[in-house]
């Protein structure tokens, strides 16, 4: 299927405008859960940064003009009654706006400048043009006006606090026109590559190729995966800092990491259409793994964090994986992806296993994705039995990984690792109708209202038909009208935006709806897979969601969410096919 030429449209105050491989975005959203009434230039190097303040002007009084805003993939507008300003990406680290009717002015979002922070404004002579010099993202910013009359400027080479700002009108029947690039110490003066609606027209070709590759399967009857695919294709970066290859970030509002397991997901939805893109994106967190095997807990341009980490979900993910590739992957990255999964599998085995303990432990909420849980609410460090599932799964990974390569005496060693994790598992913390948890310090157990405890339901076909029935049942009762509720809605502890104490999330859905056809519930499985799409469908792709109302909560355009979207989009439009 073809996509319609302008792409679906939406609002940049749930998803920001944006273009595959760009650091930076146009957004009203400045930080997190911050909104500004104008529209900011708003960078993701070194942090995220609102570094430009563009403001639409009536002339010829100079006035901010009431607009209001239109976005597609390939181009976003502010449209007044006098008059309407466009803007287009030309390229990653460019954008070129152009206005009739209306004028505009370019500020410095930060008015203070110090020594180490805000931002400075001068005229380059030696390339006519105006730059705004950020100290947040070590980056320089330069206006070149193309058409038009640069009609004021303010605050050039002032220090200390002061307004920065240059405006760009024309004569009466004109246009305008200007660029803005994100650029490091200088490169030549800019010279346009295309004419403005050229530039339209090629943005809205490269988004329509995207949708076409990663959903060529959508209809009528998949409403939300041509927007899915673009909030995946707009929060997509270039390599750059210490993202070692083109990244899909968690979002490109204050949610701009890769965490190591929401990348799980996008590697998945990308697969068939973008195999090379879903191969990098499952990589890039091993492309950091430390000395003990582990995986940092996330990876952005100018950070890597490792005071936590992440649930082993990749061999479950490489299982998927490799079965959604158009193209099996060579024997040697099956050999380097097998020692990868080792060396992860390992840490788990070693630096989270007590001495004599078959299991292993997290030391917090976050080690689990599940960050405040009720699951950890008498103790932090504790032996659970999501873990223990996703454990087994990465070793029948690693087993039929090890049976590719012919390595025999490995493969044979991870499916008895499996077998014998998966039986402590059931002995330890399976009391014959659910799983519970173990404190490392004290021994004590407990089971909780969070859906966490019901994960193991992941083991889908290795599970006994009693355990995962009990299992099916259970998870059940968290079903709401739009999907599974982290925390059971009738929990003394649940809180409609309660993080993962309530709230649907995208992970837990796929993860379950995965597991529970996998187990033989394929009716279950196909009423949370139909809850969550059609919540999508209404509410867009959030960080997660009321369980109760559907609304939308915290991030509004989140990858793992989109990415999630299309994978169960994708299988129901198989399954009704056959």
């Known amino acids: 299927m073809t996509a319609a030429r302008s792409g679906p449209a939406f609002s940049v105050h749930d998803i920001p405008f944006s273009t595959y491989g760009s650091w930076f975005d146009i957004s009203p959203v400045t930080a997190e859960k911050t909104y500004a009434e104008d529209l900011h230039l708003v960078s993701h190097q070194n942090g995220m940064h609102a570094v430009l303040r563009l403001v639409p002007l009536n002339p010829p009084t100079g006035d901010r003009a009431e607009t209001c805003i239109e976005a597609t993939p390939g181009m ?11 803007l287009v990406y030309e390229g990653a680290d460019t954008v070129r706006l152009r206005g009739s009717g209306l004028d505009i002015s370019v500020l410095a979002a930060a008015q203070a400048l110090t020594p180490f922070s805000g ?3 001068l005229h380059d002579p030696a390339v006519d043009a105006h730059v705004f010099t950020s100290y947040e993202t070590g980056r320089r910013y330069r206006v070149t006006v193309l058409s038009g009359t640069l009609a004021d400027t303010a605050g050039a080479q002032m ?18 026109e200007i660029a803005i690039e994100e ?50 294709w707009s929060a997509t970066v270039r390599p750059a800092g210490l993202v070692t290859r083109p990244a899909v970030l968690m979002s490109k509002h204050w949610m701009d990491k890769v965490w190591s397991w929401d990348h799980c997901f996008n590697a998945l939805a990308l697969a068939p259409g973008c195999p090379e893109l879903a191969l990098d994106q499952f990589a890039l967190p091993f492309d950091h793994q430390d000395d003990s095997g582990a995986l940092p807990d ?14 082993p979900i990749h061999g479950w993910t490489f299982g998927h994986l490799r079965r959604r590739l158009p193209t099996p992957p060579r024997q040697d990255e099956l050999g380097k992806t097998y020692e990868r999964l080792e060396r992860w599998t390992d840490f788990w085995l070693t630096a989270r296993r007590v001495p004599g303990s078959a299991l292993a432990h997290y030391e917090h909420g976050n080690d689990s994705g599940w960050d405040n849980a009720t699951t950890f609410d008498p103790e932090r460090v504790v032996v659970t039995a999501d873990l223990a599932a996703f454990l087994v799964l990465q070793q029948h990974e690693l087993a039929a990984l090890a049976q590719e390569l012919n390595r025999q005496d490995e493969a044979q060693r991870w499916t008895r690792a499996a077998e014998e994790t998966q039986a402590v598992l059931l002995d330890q913390l399976w009391t014959g109708d659910r799983f519970v948890t173990r404190g490392v310090a004290t021994g004590d157990t407990w089971s909780s209202s969070s859906l966490l405890d019901l994960m193991p339901i992941v083991l889908g076909e290795h599970l006994p038909h009693d355990v995962s029935s009990a299992l ?19 929990s003394s502890h649940y809180l409609a935006d309660g993080y993962w104490r309530g709230p649907i999330w995208a992970p837990a859905t796929v993860l379950i709806e995965d597991g529970l056809r996998r187990a ?8 949370v897979s139909a809850r969550f799409r059609a919540l999508c469908e209404t509410h867009g792709f959030a960080e997660n969601f009321d369980a ?15 990415s999630s979207y299309l994978l169960l989009a994708e299988a129901h439009v198989h399954r009704d096919s056959r």
């Open 76 to 86: 976003l507008s502010w449209i007044a009654e006098s008059g309407h300003i466009d």
């Open 119 to 121: 931002t400075y404004f």
């Open 159 to 176: 220090l200390g606090s002061a307004g920065r700002a240059l405006t760009v009108t024309a004569e009466a029947d004109e246009a305008w």
């Open 183 to 232: 650029l490091g110490t200088t490169r030549p003066p800019f010279a346009a590559s295309a004419v403005f609606g050229d530039l339209v027209e090629s943005a809205q070709d490269a988004f329509a190729e995207f949708a076409d590759a990663v959903a060529p399967w959508r209809s009528a009857a998949t409403p939300a995966a041509e927007l899915a695919a673009y909030v995946v």
């Open 298 to 311: 996330s990876v952005t341009h100018s950070e890597i964090l490792n005071n936590f980490v992440k649930p």
């Open 472 to 490: 099916a049942d259970h998870i059940k009762a968290h079903l709401t009208p739009y999907g599974l509720a982290t925390e059971l809605t009738t």
């Open 520 to 527: 033989g519930h394929h009716r279950l499985a196909d009423d």
């Open 548 to 562: 109760v109302t559907g609304v939308g909560l915290r991030d509004r355009a989140y990858t793992w969410t989109a």
